[in-house]
């Protein structure tokens, strides 16, 4: 399993952006991706990269507010959010698992410690 583990996260004003960063082992066989969990709620699959060609997938929830993306040089994932909502506000995990499938129903084999995001004015 891939080690992983998110920084980036903080209190930011509704509107706001922030970026979380997650550090992995390194890009190899697995899929990537972002899912969250806020207190009372489901844990909910955000954003998945296939990193052998880039591609990436999205919860509607989050699409056109949220990007992924990587640095294979610095075997980083990136999540920028944009337009940010109170209703953002979670725990934020980085996964890892063979499929986007998995990572966007937040089923995964592997994800890091967690970072709070909390938007609040």
């Known amino acids: 399993q891939p080690q992983l583990a998110e920084s980036g996260g903080g209190l930011v004003q509704p509107g706001g952006s922030l970026r979380l960063s997650c550090a992995t082992s390194?890009?190899?066989?697995?899929?990537f991706g972002w899912f969250r969990h806020a207190p009372g709620k489901e844990r909910e699959g955000l954003a998945c990269i296939e990193p052998h060609d880039g591609t990436t997938s999205y919860a509607d929830s989050v699409k056109g507010r949220f990007t992924i993306s990587i640095d294979t040089a610095k075997n980083t994932m990136y999540l920028q959010m944009n337009s940010l909502k109170p209703e953002d506000t979670a725990v934020y995990y980085c996964a890892a698992d063979y499929g986007c499938l998995k990572i966007l129903n937040a089923r995964v084999g592997a994800w890091g410690q967690g970072t709070q995001v909390t938007v609040s004015s």
């Open positions: 390194g890009f190899s066989i697995y899929d």
